[in-house]
């Protein structure tokens, strides 16, 4: 039984001594370094990440105006089309 709370006490004793070293390596200057550089990374990564979306944004509007000239001018010749038909068919019926 005493074996068991030197193996408990032990491993609790690590435990404090570990977390107290984590902290104090959490908390240097050279880790606020490593984190300085890692939050500019991020950064630098969303700013890139942003402009590529914008870019895609831009073009994507760019097919929408494109594609709905297309149906606009296509909508035009259907109706000059019917319009032809129209004429042909009531010249024949007068006729």
Same mark, same amino acid.
């Given at each position: 039984?005493?074996?068991?709370?030197?193996?408990? !006490? &032990? +491993?609790? *004793?690590?435990?404090?001594?570990?977390? /107290? @070293?984590?902290?104090?390596?959490?908390?240097?200057? =050279?880790?606020?370094?490593?984190?300085?550089?890692?939050?500019? !990374? &991020? +950064?630098? *990564?969303?700013?890139?990440?942003?402009? /590529? @979306?914008?870019?895609?944004?831009?073009?994507?509007? =760019?097919?929408?105006?494109?594609?709905?000239?297309?149906?606009?001018?296509?909508?035009?010749?259907?109706?000059?089309?019917?319009?032809?038909?129209?004429?042909?068919?009531?010249?024949?019926?007068?006729?």
């Amino acid at each position: 039984m005493t074996t068991d709370f030197m193996k408990k !006490a &032990a +491993l609790f *004793a690590g435990g404090v001594l570990f977390g /107290t @070293a984590g902290i104090k390596i959490l908390s240097s200057k =050279d880790a606020k370094k490593l984190y300085v550089q890692t939050t500019a !990374a &991020a +950064l630098r *990564a969303k700013e890139c990440v942003m402009n /590529t @979306a914008t870019s895609i944004q831009e073009n994507a509007e =760019d097919i929408l105006a494109e594609a709905k000239a297309v149906n606009s001018s296509r909508r035009e010749e259907v109706f000059e089309d019917q319009s032809e038909e129209n004429t042909e068919e009531t010249t024949t019926c007068e006729s």
